[in-house]
């Protein structure tokens, strides 16, 4: 098993995908139409499907991802020590997340 996770983690830092997703530019994402055409399709569907809760996973997920963006998460850590007064809130709004979360896929069933 730690030699399959030792594949994954090689890969991971082989092809760069912690960089990419730290370096994307939100405004020109939401400007590409590659990516916009096929998100408001989504959108639209589960409207259509009355698929709140996969509205509110879709909301959830891009507000954490813009909040991971925001100057309080980059100062968590400085020079590798850990500011306790930005870190709590920080874990606060993980923990809340993933919360919702359970609630949404596994407690509350449509």
């Known amino acids: 098993m730690s030699d399959f996770l ?4 090689e890969w991971i830092h ?3 995908v912690l960089e990419q997703i730290r370096a994307v530019d939100i405004t020109g ?6 990516f ?3 998100f408001i399709c989504l959108i639209i ?15 959830l997920c891009l507000g954490l991802w ?13 020079d590798g020590v850990v ?3 930005k870190i709590l809130p920080v874990a606060g709004v993980g923990i809340a997340g993933i919360a919702v979360l359970v609630y949404l896929l596994f407690i509350r069933q449509d």
């Not at 813009?66 to 400085?78: I, K, L, N, P, Q």
């Open 36 to 38: 916009l055409a096929p």
């Open 66 to 78: 813009y909040f991971s963006g925001t100057d309080m998460v980059r100062g968590a850590v400085v």
């Open 45 to 59: 569907y589960n409207l259509y499907r009355q698929a709140f809760t996969n509205l509110v996973i879709i909301a």
């Open 6 to 9: 030792v594949r994954v983690s």
């Open 29 to 34: 994402l939401f400007h590409n139409p590659y």
């Open 83 to 85: 500011q306790v007064d």
């Open 14 to 16: 082989h092809t760069q």
